[in-house]
């Protein structure tokens, strides 16, 4: 986000404090503090560019502070002034991290000015050396992401480009299709991975509590606000926030949001002063948000403010080349859950995987084969195991219906599935009789079984078939 520079300025005399600030004017954000507590309450809830720490204070060290910055808060840079100079003072202040050292009383006031641009185009440089260096790392970090599909593998090359960037990204896509995976893998390949990475649902909160969560809220602010409470946006400083559904909440909340995306700048509710923040902002929706700004349910600037990079994830009919990973690794994880010996996929299951539509996505693809890992009882996972919707077909007695509200290649497989399970239950599963009976050969029945998912041994019974199962 576009900002003026925040200063944090730590002097115990009021007259030096006044005369630095105005000396900076109004180019940049300043804070004017009098002691090193009420420094390091100001580090705590907002983040600073530069920081001018007077060394001398009544009882106190600014060489500690200059410490505490430099371990806790890489990104701010010190400058150190003192009115009582020493070769020892500034050489210490200096091995702690201070990138200035300026003596009081200033005899030339522009000094102030030219030290702390000098400061501010060399975090600059910095900064911009981090980036580059990153956007040439050929490494990404995509432990998280499942999949070889071009439209997967083209997402992640997007990802590696803006990761470093430290700008505003907006995910769509429908639900389920992993949007809350891609954004925390921007954030763990961007220079803000050591930093909090949090996940908040706005459709799933009222607009006075995610007010609340976000910005925090002041003690008696309303019913049962016992205790002061930061918010998500504190939380997240110097990391990234995740906004999720964010085209659910209202539009007078958006006004608020919008200022915080604009300045940085927010208040807690009940409070009577602003905090700042630095925080990056990634949203996602699985709506048609254009359509929502046109119908005027989604504020057209915070859409164009949010839209700067913009990542669209397919639903998983369309890149069907990555169920096959995903499938094995859900299988996987839930044996692992669940204490299962490794579980193998029948093609026939497979078959079903790779046909259903999964209007849940990926979402839905997990839950299917967890609830295909409880209930399988062999070594490979069967149709049956699967969710009925998806594995249980259409019954040997079960009329076919509703051809008019579906495809033709699916009123034919729902037909041929119905063909076969009325063929193998005649036949007590007697592979030779049925495909005779279909005047087919045994391969090409076996073929049909296994693509259209189903499991031919659980017909075998004790019969005048009963051998029917062998080829």
Not at 44 to 67: K, Q, Y
């Amino acid at each position: 986000m576009i900002e003026s520079p925040r200063i944090l300025i730590v002097d115990d005399s009021p007259e030096s404090l006044e005369l630095i600030g105005i000396q900076l004017g109004s180019v940049y954000q300043k804070t004017l503090v009098t002691s090193l507590q009420e420094a390091r309450e100001k580090l705590e809830t907002g983040r600073f560019h530069v920081a001018i720490v007077d060394l001398v204070l009544p009882g106190e060290n600014g060489l500690d502070l200059i410490r505490e910055i430099t371990a806790q808060y890489p990104f701010t840079a010190v400058i150190a002034i003192s009115g009582q100079a020493s070769i020892e003072n500034a050489v210490m202040a200096m091995k702690l991290g201070a990138s200035e050292f300026i003596v009081k009383p200033l005899r030339n006031p522009d000094l102030i000015n030219i030290m702390v641009e000098k400061t501010l185009q060399a975090q600059w440089l910095i900064a911009e050396n981090r980036r580059l260096s990153a956007m040439l790392n050929k490494e990404l970090d995509t432990n998280l992401i499942i999949g070889n599909s071009p439209p997967i593998q083209a997402l992640i090359q997007k990802v590696k480009k803006i990761s470093a960037l430290d700008t505003l990204a907006l995910i769509t896509g429908e639900t389920g299709v992993g949007k809350s995976v891609f954004a925390e893998l921007i954030h763990r390949n961007s220079p803000r991975k050591n930093k909090k990475f949090v996940s908040v649902n706005c459709g799933s909160l009222t607009e006075t509590l995610l007010e609340s969560l976000l910005f925090g809220h002041k003690r008696g602010s309303f019913t049962d606000a016992h205790r002061d409470k930061i918010g998500y946006f504190q939380e997240a400083n110097g990391g990234t926030l995740f906004l999720d559904e964010i085209t659910e909440t209202s539009l007078v909340f958006q006004v608020k949001l919008l200022k915080v995306l604009e300045s940085g700048v927010y208040r807690a509710v009940g409070s009577d002063s602003d905090a700042t923040t630095d925080t990056r902002i990634i949203a996602a929706t699985n709506k048609d948000i254009n359509q929502l700004v046109k119908e005027g349910k989604f504020r057209e600037d915070l859409y164009y403010r949010l839209n700067v990079i913009n990542l669209h994830i397919p639903p998983l009919r369309e890149r069907k080349d990555d169920i096959r990973l995903l499938a094995s690794s859900f299988v996987q994880e839930f044996c692992q859950k669940y204490g299962k010996t490794e579980l193998k996929i029948s093609p026939g299951v497979m078959s079903l995987l790779l046909n259903y539509d999964w209007k849940g996505n990926i979402r839905e693809l997990r839950n299917a084969l967890e609830h295909a890992v409880i209930l399988a009882e062999n070594k490979v996972i069967q149709p049956e195991d699967l969710p009925e919707i998806i594995g249980g077909g259409i019954s040997a007695t079960e009329p076919l219906s509703d051809t008019d509200s579906i495809s033709w290649a699916q009123a034919r497989d729902a037909f041929g599935r119905h063909y076969i399970h009325n063929l193998l239950s005649i036949t007590g599963g007697n592979i030779q009789k049925a495909s005779a009976l279909a005047d087919i050969t045994r391969e090409n029945l076996y073929k049909k079984c296994t693509k259209l998912g189903i499991d031919w041994r659980q017909y075998r019974k004790s019969s005048e078939y009963d051998n029917g199962g062998e080829i």
